[in-house]
């Protein structure tokens, strides 16, 4: 039995980017619904494991065309910069929303507190106290903003396809896990926030169910993807002991207590490779420092290298760690005889955050009509080769607060379509087949290997042979495997492995733009390293835009907004 539901505005994925945009669309009068594939706040987005603190331009001799230019340099110059300056400039009112509504953000005489981070020419990240992870303050406020609106959220709502009508998005249609029944949503407005792929890879810090399905539904309804090569790894994934494997607390360490990195031989490493700033690099070029480190044979153990704080006064270190307070990862760290102050953390790069996702304007609307696109799977180019630390929240709340903003007024302007009652059959069709197929394979095995070839051959490093060699796999997966995908429970009400063969086909989608997109672009740039093609091109100051036209891929190029800084202006 299909079950259907009609809304001005639908919202799909409840992190940071859905919420806010549920929250001005809600403000802006209209009515609201919000899925998410799990528990509403209690779900895999990625904004609930976020660090100590995001970017905005307050105070003097800081400001918002400075931001915007750090961001530039740091994303090489690949990024949309209107874009850039339009989110960038809501910085300062993202600030103000989130304090207001009880994020317990740092003040001093006054004035917000903020940190330094690497690549920003002034200290601009607001934060908590010392130690402090803002994720679970910003799931509390942004939990209650939305009990106080009434606003409608269904959870263990998996959506699975956009349902279009000559190129316009009409709704969506997708699984309830809870009751183990197909839904249909009709909405004047949809909005993707489904957040990142990170789940693509065999180490995250993110949740392994960030599986692209964001990404997935809207290359396959024809949407205009873009950048799907640029995927951040920290170098700051906790990689011992197994209890916190993937933990990113290392990275709240790197910058509150600025760490020295060193290698299996006891080398302060990173000095060969960036010998000016040092450990004070990006991240992106700190992940590949390690690497090259473990490839030559000095890395730690278990695969990484080690982060230490020995070099810092035992009273500093305590300091710090008063200030912190209980925190799992040093209790943990306890558990298995480790202490920061003595020994060293192993650490590893893990995927982290995607650049790559929809094209979009700086309304946040797709190449479609009547769909937007937030967070990270709304790129646009707003991240560049390289995300600037930091600027992840930033971008989510402002582009929420845009996005439901122009959903809303949309939503008032038009009238409810019907749907494709033949593409409803169809993707209910595609929904039950894992669960009706008697036999085959099962969608674990699927998974594991998809992230084999991703962490193998999508890693920070790559070649033609070895990405040519991922697409053969990862087109014998497409054609031999999914066709046989099929789950051993049958059992429809809360079924983890229908909703795993589910994503295992997302990911496909995923990981096949991925690799595409980066044979195309014969050049390393940011986050993008071609060991056969070693060295930046002018010539590639140009997004790979990918589109799903039929049954045909058509692959193309635009070139970069450079109307606030080109490379030349800054040598």
Same mark, same amino acid.
């Given at each position: ?13 409840? !992190? ?49 065309? %400075? ?6 340099? =740091?994303?090489? @110059? *690949? ?10 400039? *809501? ?11 009880? $994020? ?23 934060? !908590? ?40 998005? &009409? =709704? ?15 909405? +004047? ?32 309804? =024809? ?88 070099? *810092? ?24 005889? *480790? ?8 650490? /590893? ?22 769909? @937007?696109?937030?967070?990270? &799977? ?45 593409? %409803? ?19 674990? #095995? ?23 060699? /991922? ?14 995908? /099929?789950?051993?429970?049958?059992? +429809?009400?809360?079924? %983890? #492995? ?54 045909? $891929? +058509?692959?193309?190029?635009?070139? &970069? ?11």
């Amino acid at each position: 039995m299909v079950f259907e539901e009609k809304t001005d505005v639908l919202i799909i994925g409840g !992190g940071i980017a859905g919420i806010r945009a549920a929250i001005e669309a809600t403000d802006q009068g209209v009515e609201v619904i919000l899925t998410t594939k799990g528990a509403f706040c209690k779900d895999g987005a990625a904004t609930w494991m976020a660090g100590n603190g995001f970017q905005a331009a307050l105070y003097p001799p800081d400001s918002i065309e %400075v931001h915007v230019k750090d961001t530039i340099k =740091g994303g090489k @110059y *690949l990024n949309n910069q209107k874009i850039v300056k339009t989110f960038l400039s *809501l910085g300062p009112k993202a600030v103000e929303d989130m304090y207001k509504w009880g $994020v317990r953000l740092l003040k001093k005489d006054g004035k917000f507190y903020q940190l330094p981070f690497p690549g920003h020419s002034y200290p601009r990240s607001v934060c !908590g106290k010392p130690g402090l992870f803002l994720g679970p303050e910003y799931k509390k406020a942004l939990f209650r903003q939305v009990k106080r609106r009434k606003i409608k959220v269904e959870e263990d709502t998996f959506i699975t396809d956009l349902l279009v009508s000559d190129k316009e998005v &009409v =709704g969506a249609i997708g699984l309830d896990v809870r009751r183990g029944e197909i839904k249909v949503y009709r909405a +004047k407005s949809t909005i993707l926030a489904t957040g990142g792929f990170m789940g693509c890879y065999e180490f995250t810090t993110a949740n392994p169910t960030a599986t692209g399905d964001g990404h997935a539904m809207a290359y396959r309804a =024809g949407v205009k993807m873009m950048d799907m090569e640029f995927i951040q790894f920290i170098p700051a994934g906790t990689l011992w002991p197994p209890s916190l494997r993937g933990d990113v607390y290392p990275y709240m360490l790197w910058i509150n207590l600025h760490p020295i990195f060193y290698n299996s031989l006891g080398e302060r490493f990173l000095e060969r490779y960036y010998p000016d700033v040092k450990d004070w690099a990006t991240r992106e070029a700190v992940a590949r420092a390690i690497v090259k480190e473990v490839r030559a044979g000095r890395g730690s153990p278990h695969g990484g290298a080690y982060m230490s704080f020995s070099h *810092l006064p035992r009273n500093l270190v305590d300091n710090f760690l008063e200030k912190a307070g209980r925190v799992h990862f040093f209790r943990s760290l306890k558990e298995v005889g *480790l202490d920061i102050r003595y020994d060293a953390i192993e650490v /590893a790069p893990g995927a982290h955050y995607v650049q790559g996702g929809c094209w979009i304007n700086e309304k946040c609307e797709t190449s479609h009509k009547g769909l @937007y696109a937030v967070g990270e &799977v709304g790129s646009g180019g707003k991240d560049g080769a390289d995300r600037l630390a930091g600027n992840s929240i930033t971008f989510c709340l402002a582009m929420g607060y845009i996005a439901g903003r122009e959903a809303a007024e949309r939503a008032k302007e038009v009238s409810l379509s019907e749907v494709d009652k033949r593409d %409803v059959e169809k993707f209910s069709q595609k929904i039950y087949a894992p669960l009706k197929r008697k036999n085959g394979k099962r969608p674990v #095995e699927i998974k594991k290997a998809i992230r084999e070839i991703m962490s193998t051959y999508a890693f920070l490093e790559r070649d033609e042979e070895g990405l040519q060699f /991922a697409l053969k796999k990862l087109g014998e997966i497409r054609e031999k495997d999914l066709p046989r995908l /099929a789950t051993l429970a049958k059992n +429809k009400i809360f079924n %983890v #492995e229908w909703v795993d063969a589910l994503e295992a086909i997302n990911m496909v989608e995923v990981a096949e733009m991925v690799c595409n997109a980066a044979l195309m672009r014969t050049e390393s740039r940011g986050l993008h390293q071609r060991t056969d093609y070693p060295n930046s091109d002018p010539a590639w100051l140009r997004h790979i835009i990918i589109e799903k036209i039929g049954e045909e $891929v +058509k692959f193309s190029t635009e070139p &970069v907004d450079l109307s606030i800084i080109t490379p030349d202006e800054e040598g």
